[in-house]
Each structure stands twice: as structure tokens, then as C-alpha cells.
């Protein structure tokens, strides 16, 4: 049991990170209007398909992360989160730069970042925080490294399990290096790092054509089978696409691999109308948000090996019912709200006679309900012209489910961007 002098103290300590997240988010309305430039959902600690430090955490270690932004500004923030911790998060220190390559930064990019004006924060168990406005000035695609030290026992870790890009952790307080020789551990996936915003002029908000907009669902989303450290995921795609059309525009993905609509997994996320206000709707600046979901609602039951359990069997109703939530919330918000048919399973584990009646049904009502506010055609866009029921080969990773760095591609095409 605690002390009475410790409880009080870690009781102050939760007062004083939620005092500085306030400050750090009351920001906007007198200094930068914040938009989400990168984003990245947050999971529960668990094993996942590929080894990460979540469950273990981190102990007087120093994390660092590189992400690529969708948006530039004359000045960058990062947000923490620690939705899944059941203790504060100390945060001994933090950094921003720009990314040389790997674990390295550019000399004289580094800046240290504040917590309501202090150097160190901390994040009270399942909350979150922002940092202070930073002297960083980004450009659209620029890749940044964010630095955390974290000098205490952390315990079980918030963190993103598939990244597709690469992080880095080294041993005591390497904080402001810019060179990587401390950084001789790796892996892919993202901790505590929820979002980087950037600020431009003062006081302006984004205007509706320049609003970002979300993507938001499961591992096709996450990017799945995409090549690591190279930024093929189709949010990506979309946002050059975007940019090279003369109508730039902030993309943020909020897939998480394998999460359902309608049930929560300790590996894949909390169920999709859970999450949907905390990943999407409130990301600041977002104007429009692209639903793409339901796969593993329909498919998991069908494997024989499945690793989600017990996998119910979701019909077309069920799915639909979920989704007008997910329409209900964004509206509510004033959000936009596109909806995506889901992409061709046939050959993959998620497939049978079952899954594709769902399948099949649940994308009429996408093209042809008006439910949505506008609707994008993933399952004619990528189907095979020889047989519908799969992807086409040369969008195939080879699992016959997600696509590969093509099919990624072929899905950022796919988009009307007026019905965006």
C-alpha cells in the first residue's frame, strides 16, 4: 500500500500533467490553430505478430520515433497518450527534429519540448497530453524524430503494434543526440506517440477544402504487407495524390490491424464505434473521415485458425447497424463521412460461402443506401476482371486479403477526390 506522503504526491503529480495538457491544448484559441499532421491509433499492450517492447515497457531507457507528416507549419507539437496505462507516464524529457537517416538527426534541427513550460510531464493513467508549441518549422513530408526519455519504470505500454516503420531505444538519457550509435535496439511499432500537430499563421482556422481528412479502419488501413520505412500505405498514396493535383491536404491513418466494428480484442483495438470519437472525430483540424471496416467482422469466423476468439458470425444488418453509428457520430460533430465497400477476400482466410453473401450485401448498401455522404468503390477498383470475388493478382501481397505497395496505390487512385 502507498503511503499517504506518496499517494499525495503521485495524486499531485496527475494534477499537474492534466493542468499542463489544458494549457498545452488551450494553446489554440490564443496562439497556433493545431492541425493533425500524423496520427497514430493507440492499443492495449500485447505480443502482436512481430516482437515489441509494449508488454515489458521501458526503464531509464531513451525511445525514439520517426514519422512522416502530411502537413507542414511554422511550429509542431506532439500528443502522448496513455489511454491503456494504469500508472502516471513520466516523461523525463523530449525532443523534436528533423530525420537524418535511421536513428540519426540533422545537427542544430533538435529542439526540446515542453509540458505547460516545464521540460519534464507526466500522463496520468488512461489520459493523455500534449506538448508545448515547439520553434520547429516542418515541410509537407517531411520525415521528424521524436526522443523521449523515459527514466522510470514505465510498465505495460500504450503503444500502436504496426508501424511499418521503424523505432529505435537506447540505454540511460540520449534525449538530444543527434547521432544514432547509443539507438542498437529496433522495432516496428509506436509507443505513447499518438500524433504530431503542426501551427501555422496565428489564430487561423483551416478552411473546409483544407481540412483534414482520416482514414480510418483496419489492417488495410494500418498498411498492412506494405515495404517498411518507405511510406506506401494508401494514406499516404492519398495524401501525394492529393498534393500533386494542386489540393493539399492533411491525411491521418487511423487503422489499427485486425480491429472489428463491432467487438473489442486485446490484440486488435477497442471495436470501431468505440474508438471512432477518440482516433477520428476529434484530431484537430479533421473535416472528412473515410470509413473502410468490416472485414474482420465477417471473416474472422471463418478461419481455422483464427486469432481472434470466440468469433462471432456478423451478418449484413449487424455490420450496417454498426456503421450508421460510426455516420451518427461524425455528423454529429459536423464531420463528412465517406464510406468505403469492402476490398474482394476470395482466396484469403477470411473467405466462405457466408462471408461473401455478408460481403456482397454490405456493399450494395454502401453504393446505393445514401447513408453515406459519398462513397469510394474499393471492390470493383481492385477486384481481379477475371474473377470479382479476388483481389487482382498484381495488387496481391499474396495472402489474397491486403493489398501490396500497388494496391495501395491503385486504392489512392480509386478515390473521387470531390467526394472528399
Known amino acids: 500500500m502507498l503511503s499517504r506522503t506518496r499517494t499525495s504526491a503521485v495524486a499531485a503529480a496527475a494534477a499537474l500533467a492534466l493542468t499542463a495538457g489544458i494549457a498545452a491544448t488551450g494553446a489554440q484559441a490564443s496562439g497556433p490553430a493545431w ?109 521528424v524524430t521524436v526522443t523521449l526519455h523515459l527514466d522510470r519504470t514505465t510498465g505495460p505500454a500504450t503503444f500502436h503494434a504496426q508501424s511499418f516503420a521503424t523505432s529505435y531505444r537506447a540505454d540511460g538519457d540520449h534525449v538530444a543526440d543527434a ?31 483544407d481540412r483534414g481528412i482520416v482514414l480510418f479502419g483496419d489492417s488495410i488501413t494500418d498498411g498492412f504487407a506494405s515495404s517498411t520505412d518507405r511510406d506506401r500505405r494508401w494514406s499516404d498514396a492519398l495524401a501525394e495524390r492529393l498534393a500533386k493535383e494542386g489540393t493539399p491536404r492533411p491525411v491521418l491513418n487511423a487503422g489499427i490491424g ?75 460533430k459536423g464531420v463528412k463521412v465517406v464510406g468505403a465497400t469492402l476490398l474482394p477476400l476470395g482466396g484469403s482466410d477470411h473467405y466462405g460461402e457466408r462471408a461473401a453473401k455478408v460481403s456482397d450485401e454490405f456493399n450494395e448498401w454502401v453504393r446505393s443506401s445514401g447513408e453515406y455522404d459519398g462513397v469510394v468503390d474499393f471492390d470493383r477498383a481492385l477486384a481481379d476482371p477475371k474473377d470479382g470475388e479476388r483481389i487482382a493478382p498484381e495488387y496481391d501481397s499474396g495472402d489474397h ?6 494496391g495501395y496505390l491503385a486504392m489512392a487512385r480509386a478515390v473521387d477526390l470531390d467526394e472528399l
Open 35 to 143: 492541425t493533425a499532421a500524423w496520427a497514430a491509433s493507440p492499443q492495449r499492450a500485447s505480443t502482436g505478430f512481430k516482437p515489441n517492447w509494449s508488454e515489458d515497457g521501458f526503464s531509464r531507457q531513451t525511445l525514439r520515433q520517426v514519422v512522416r507528416v502530411t502537413e507542414g507549419g511554422d511550429r509542431a507539437r506532439i500528443r502522448l497518450s496513455n489511454a491503456y496505462g494504469t500508472s502516471p507516464l513520466h516523461i523525463a524529457g523530449a525532443t523534436i527534429a528533423r530525420t537524418k537517416k535511421g536513428a540519426a538527426v540533422e545537427e542544430g534541427s533538435v529542439r526540446r519540448l515542453t509540458f505547460g513550460g516545464r521540460g519534464a510531464a507526466v500522463v496520468p493513467a488512461r489520459g493523455q497530453l500534449s506538448s508545448d508549441a515547439s520553434g520547429l518549422k516542418l515541410k509537407r513530408f517531411e520525415s
Open 179 to 209: 547521432g544514432s550509435g547509443a539507438f542498437d535496439e529496433s522495432t516496428e511499432s509506436w509507443y505513447f506517440l499518438a500524433g504530431v500537430d503542426v501551427g501555422g499563421e496565428r489564430g487561423r482556422e483551416p478552411s473546409r477544402r
Open 258 to 332: 485486425g480491429n472489428l466494428v463491432l467487438n473489442d480484442s486485446a490484440w486488435y483495438g477497442e471495436r470501431g464505434t468505440a474508438r471512432f470519437g477518440r482516433d477520428a472525430l476529434d484530431l484537430p483540424g479533421v473535416g472528412t473521415v473515410v470509413v473502410l471496416e468490416g472485414l474482420n467482422d465477417i471473416g474472422f469466423s471463418e478461419s481455422d485458425t483464427p486469432t481472434y476468439k470466440p468469433a462471432p458470425e456478423v451478418g449484413a444488418e449487424e455490420l450496417i447497424a454498426g456503421h450508421r453509428k460510426l455516420i451518427r457520430a461524425a455528423h454529429a
Open 401 to 406: 486479403l491486403h493489398p501490396n505497395d500497388a
